[in-house]
T-cell receptor, first 113, second 115 residues
């Protein structure tokens, strides 16, 4: 089975721009979660989508949003980028229940200048 | 809220040394516990898991036992190799009937093995 794929792998943007990241889950997985990884804050949960519905949301501002399509692929959008949004954004997919074992993609490295 | 605390790194060992990375957690309910590993430039890989008290997860020579009485999930390996050099994350997943589907991670422990 192919693993979780994320595109693009690297992005450079400037402050004020917006960005869209894409994630394709493992075939058959219907849950997709997003995490932000930074040296200072570590790994933080952004949100989770299941069957095209956001089921959980972390403590991030409304500039961070996402969606899931009927084929379970997910996109994450960040508007009005700030320098502090520079991070590795990780996507994970799972069957959701019962053990919440999540499989991660390689991540998208976002740099905001 | 739920939280995970890992021993501070970095940890540097010689090849074939014994490894322990401590992990304790705070959670409501009955969490599942995980160890993930991250190699340079890559995403996270699941190393092992345990889903209930006294379960032992194991993989590639690594082991961790779910200790409810001490709220711990320490990672151990009897003889480390240079290829084990990576960052290790302890994590929990907790929630109700619907499954929170949210991993809470420790801060990570960077492990370096010298030949």
């Amino acid at each position: 089975k192919a693993g979780v794929t994320q595109t693009p792998r690297y992005l450079i943007k400037t402050r004020g721009q917006q960005v869209t990241l894409s994630c394709s889950p493992i075939s058959g997985h219907r849950s997709v979660s997003w995490y932000q990884q930074t040296p200072g804050q570590g790994l933080q949960f952004l949100f989770e989508y299941f069957s095209e519905t956001q089921r959980n949301k972390g403590n991030f501002p409304g500039r961070f949003s996402g969606r899931q399509f009927s084929n379970s692929r997910s996109e994450m959008n960040v508007s009005t980028l700030e320098l502090g949004d520079s991070a590795l954004y990780l996507c994970a997919s799972s069957f959701r229940l019962p053990y919440n074992e999540q499989f991660f993609g390689p991540g998208t490295r976002l740099t905001v200048l | 809220g739920d939280s995970v605390t890992q021993m501070e790194g970095p940890v540097t060992l010689s090849e074939e040394a014994f490894l322990t990375i401590n992990c304790t957690y705070t959670a409501t309910g009955y969490p599942s516990l995980f160890w993930y590993v991250q190699y340079p430039g890559e995403g996270l890989q699941l190393l092992l898991k345990a889903t209930k008290a006294d379960d032992k997860g194991s993989n590639k020579g690594f082991e961790a036992t779910y200790r409810k009485e001490t709220t711990s999930f320490h990672l151990e390996k009897g003889s480390v190799q240079v290829s084990d050099s990576a960052v290790y994350f302890c994590a929990l997943s907790a929630g109700g009937q619907q499954g929170a589907q949210k991993l809470v991670f420790g801060q990570g422990t960077r492990l370096t093995i010298n030949p």
